[in-house]
């Protein structure tokens, strides 16, 4: 009696072995030790290789095509190498939240897709996104950090400041860091019964 095991249900054995180990398969497929990252970092190429097995499997049961298989392998492997190189670069065990894109995925991120021929790095996209880089994984993903709520918050203090005209003249009528032409209105206090 012979026993056959798929190639695919063989490597996630295999990967499986590996990451019980300590190890994990690196982006050029070598295995690389873990402790070149900290905690985070690692938890989050963790999350990625769970991701590939799950686009793996899928791929065994045939509950997915071709194209669809590729495209996400390449955006995992986009993926990995954009985080080992924000670790590297920076030397902190942070993972931003990010997002990699192909040029006909833009409208799932933006409601005006803008063009990528006039990215620069680490520019600000939206209000919502840092532009960190176009890898190329077989196709051109466009990765992106989306900005925490505090970023967002900040930039959005720091664009209504630019907007905002501080009245340098005296009796011009404009309160300090109001618009001249720009009025407030104030409503009656509200009588609170003791």
Do not use: W
């Amino acid at each position: 009696m012979t026993c056959r095991i798929s190639l695919s249900r063989f490597f996630i054995s295999l990967s499986g072995v590996l990451l019980l180990s300590g190890t994990a398969i690196g982006q050029n497929g070598t295995a690389a030790s873990g402790s070149e990252f900290g905690p985070v970092v690692s938890a989050y190429l963790g999350y990625l290789s769970n991701e590939q097995e799950v686009v793996d499997d899928r791929a065994s049961r045939r509950e997915i095509t071709a194209l669809y298989y590729r495209r996400n392998s390449n955006r995992i492997r986009a993926l990995r190498q954009m985080a080992i190189r924000l670790a590297r670069q920076s030397g902190n065990d942070y993972v931003p939240e990010l997002e990699a894109v192909t040029l006909d995925e833009f409208g799932t991120l933006f409601e005006k897709p803008p063009k990528p021929t006039t990215f620069r790095a680490n520019e600000i996209i939206a209000n919502k996104f840092r532009f960190l880089a176009a890898i190329h994984s077989a196709e051109v993903f466009y990765i992106f950090a989306r900005l925490d709520p505090y970023e967002q918050a900040e930039l959005m203090q720091r664009q209504k400041g630019d907007l905002v005209t501080v009245s340098t003249g005296a009796g011009t009528g404009a309160a300090s860091g109001q618009g001249i032409g720009q009025t407030t209105t104030t409503r009656p206090r509200r009588a609170a019964p003791k």
